[in-house]
């Protein structure tokens, strides 16, 4: 048993160092090694050479016909009344056209011992014949035993299709769950303390999961118990490196810089992630930046213009344990997650609200609106109307435009009524 081991240990850990060598280190810097087309083309000439020793070895004309006729019975396709007028033909002249004789036994004779050999009907409900073998089955009505080699090069396929293969195949359920895991080490990290509620309403696959914003820990709140799909700007140095690795395992959206500004084109690349319900629920954030924990900001229009399932989520936070709350005017990424860690824990509840979707002669604005108010309300946090994104930005001059003009309405009144 300990030479078993001795070898196993080994052996895992070339394949472990070929597999992050060759497909998760190209994956996570967008590098292409060219191994599936390589993979593709030995794969050919392999199943060329296999099928030409079986070819070979065949010594029946009749059973290379019927190989390359897909193993169908080659039939006569005239009707029953050519058929059985060609019988007749060496009838007595003074039997009438409606009249029984016997040769008409033989169409019908001949006919059923067909279907009995092969119909059909139920021939379309088994495996396709294959003209070549592909090295899956040693059950195929053309196959045989050849040589030797044939045999070893079964077995080998056997180990690479179980061995290897099936492994990479499964990355995307192993995906999903080793990114469970890491979010769920880092809430235990931050001794965080998550309840979950009404998790009947959780988004599913295709929806946009919108919540409101207290800090960058809201993701791994959310992740801890479902993935999703990010949303966000492409950045550089290790945060892109990480982006690109992230892509790879989940399909997450990344836009450059330029794109950012081109509402039309990001709507529409959510809106082609929403039609896919295979993907992962996009998580999004319509506040666009942090607020203290204690209100909700105005939502951007753009996550609800997209026309999909709307899956709000309240996120509340435990301010006695702990503030959430990111200050990015006055603390870094890197000062505040040591303040996080630094906390006595991370108190949070999590509540799943209802799907809800765009009603007739509602607009975007007056849907965010009600997303919105449905957050605040069940979070138990202050419905504001005011853009949080003015906490960088001055306030737009239409709005101060449409202050002045209220106010000058009160003063001087209505110019109509003069």
Same mark, same amino acid.
């Given at each position: 048993?300990?030479?078993?081991?001795?070898?196993?240990?080994?052996?895992?850990?070339?394949?472990?160092?070929?597999?992050?060598?060759?497909?998760?280190?190209?994956?996570?810097?967008?590098?292409?090694?060219?191994?599936?087309?390589?993979?593709?083309?030995?794969?050919?000439?392999?199943?060329?050479?296999?099928?030409?020793?079986?070819?070979?070895?065949?010594?029946?004309?009749?059973?290379? &016909?019927?190989?390359?006729?897909?193993?169908?019975?080659?039939?006569?396709?005239?009707?029953?009344?050519?058929?059985?007028?060609?019988?007749?033909?060496?009838?007595?002249?003074?039997?009438?056209?409606?009249?029984?004789?016997?040769?008409?036994?033989?169409?019908?004779?001949?006919? #059923?011992?067909?279907?009995?050999?092969?119909?059909?009907?139920?021939?379309?409900?088994?495996?396709?014949?294959?003209?070549?073998?592909?090295?899956? *089955?040693?059950?195929?009505?053309?196959?045989?035993?050849?040589?030797?080699?044939?045999?070893?090069?079964?077995?080998?396929?056997?180990?690479?299709?179980?061995?290897?293969?099936?492994?990479?195949?499964?990355?995307?359920?192993?995906?999903?769950?080793?990114?469970?895991?890491?979010?769920?080490?880092?809430?235990?990290?931050?001794?965080? *303390?998550?309840?979950?509620?009404?998790?009947?309403?959780?988004?599913?696959?295709?929806?946009?999961?919108?919540?409101?914003?207290?800090?960058?820990?809201?993701?791994?709140?959310?992740?801890?118990?479902?993935?999703?799909?990010?949303?966000?700007?492409?950045? #550089? #140095?290790?945060?892109?490196?990480?982006?690109?690795?992230?892509?790879?395992?989940?399909?997450?959206?990344?836009?450059?810089?330029?794109?950012?500004?081109?509402?039309?084109?990001?709507?529409?690349?959510?809106?082609?992630?929403?039609?896919?319900?295979?993907?992962?629920?996009?998580?999004?954030?319509?506040?666009?930046?942090?607020?203290?924990?204690?209100?909700?900001?105005?939502?951007?229009?753009?996550?609800?213009?997209?026309?999909?399932?709307?899956?709000?989520?309240?996120?509340?936070?435990?301010?006695?344990? #702990?503030?959430?709350?990111?200050?990015?005017?006055?603390?870094?990424?890197?000062?505040?997650?040591?303040?996080?860690?630094?906390?006595?824990?991370?108190?949070?509840?999590?509540?799943?609200?209802?799907?809800?979707?765009?009603?007739?002669?509602?607009?975007?604005?007056?849907?965010?609106?009600?997303?919105?108010?449905?957050?605040?309300?069940?979070?138990?946090?202050?419905?504001?109307?005011?853009?949080?994104?003015?906490?960088?930005?001055?306030?737009?001059?239409?709005? &101060?435009?449409?202050?002045?003009?209220?106010?000058?309405?009160?003063?001087?009144?209505?110019?109509?009524?003069?």
């Amino acid at each position: 048993m300990e030479g078993f081991w001795a070898v196993f240990f080994p052996v895992l850990r070339v394949w472990f160092t070929c597999l992050v060598v060759l497909i998760m280190l190209p994956a996570m810097f967008g590098i292409s090694l060219g191994i599936t087309e390589t993979y593709m083309k030995i794969l050919l000439k392999t199943l060329e050479w296999a099928t030409h020793r079986i070819q070979r070895a065949s010594r029946a004309e009749e059973i290379l &016909k019927r190989s390359a006729s897909n193993g169908l019975i080659q039939r006569n396709d005239s009707s029953l009344e050519q058929e059985i007028e060609e019988l007749r033909r060496n009838r007595p002249k003074s039997a009438e056209r409606g009249d029984f004789t016997l040769s008409d036994v033989l169409y019908f004779s001949t006919r #059923g011992i067909e279907s009995i050999v092969e119909d059909d009907v139920t021939q379309r409900f088994t495996s396709e014949e294959l003209v070549s073998w592909n090295l899956l *089955t040693r059950t195929n009505n053309n196959f045989q035993y050849i040589s030797l080699r044939l045999t070893v090069l079964w077995g080998v396929g056997v180990v690479v299709r179980y061995c290897i293969l099936l492994p990479l195949r499964v990355k995307g359920w192993l995906s999903e769950l080793v990114h469970l895991m890491c979010y769920r080490i880092c809430a235990r990290g931050l001794s965080a *303390t998550i309840h979950y509620h009404n998790k009947q309403n959780r988004p599913k696959r295709g929806g946009i999961c919108v919540a409101n914003h207290t800090s960058p820990i809201d993701v791994v709140i959310l992740a801890n118990d479902g993935c999703y799909a990010m949303v966000g700007q492409v950045h #550089g #140095g290790l945060m892109g490196v990480l982006q690109r690795a992230m892509e790879r395992s989940c399909p997450h959206i990344w836009f450059e810089r330029a794109e950012m500004r081109d509402r039309h084109l990001v709507t529409q690349r959510l809106r082609d992630h929403v039609n896919n319900k295979t993907k992962l629920p996009i998580l999004i954030f319509p506040e666009g930046t942090c607020i203290n924990n204690t209100s909700v900001m105005m939502f951007k229009k753009g996550s609800f213009e997209i026309g999909g399932t709307i899956y709000p989520v309240a996120i509340k936070y435990d301010p006695q344990f #702990g503030d959430a709350f990111w200050n990015s005017s006055k603390y870094s990424m890197v000062s505040y997650l040591l303040r996080m860690m630094t906390s006595w824990a991370i108190v949070c509840n999590v509540w799943y609200l209802p799907p809800m979707t765009q009603e007739e002669g509602e607009d975007a604005v007056q849907f965010a609106n009600r997303v919105k108010s449905t957050i605040a309300q069940q979070g138990g946090l202050v419905d504001l109307a005011w853009d949080g994104g003015l906490k960088r930005a001055k306030v737009k001059e239409s709005f &101060k435009e449409q202050q002045q003009k209220k106010y000058s309405h009160m003063v001087v009144g209505d110019d109509s009524s003069d």
